[in-house]
């Protein structure tokens, strides 16, 4: 799977409400095997 990025908000929570330090950031989707 190529890496997926998630843009947050202004307020630098993500979509479940977390708070993060950056306001974008990617992370790789690997299966599990």
Same mark, same amino acid.
């Given at each position: 799977?190529?890496? @997926?990025?998630? /843009?947050?908000?202004?307020?630098?929570?993500? #979509?479940?409400? @977390? $708070? $993060?330090? #950056? !306001?974008? !950031?990617? /992370?790789?989707? *690997?299966? *599990?095997?």
């Amino acid at each position: 799977n190529k890496p @997926q990025t998630l /843009w947050l908000n202004s307020t630098g929570k993500n #979509s479940d409400g @977390q $708070v $993060v330090s #950056s !306001f974008k !950031f990617e /992370w790789t989707l *690997k299966p *599990k095997n």
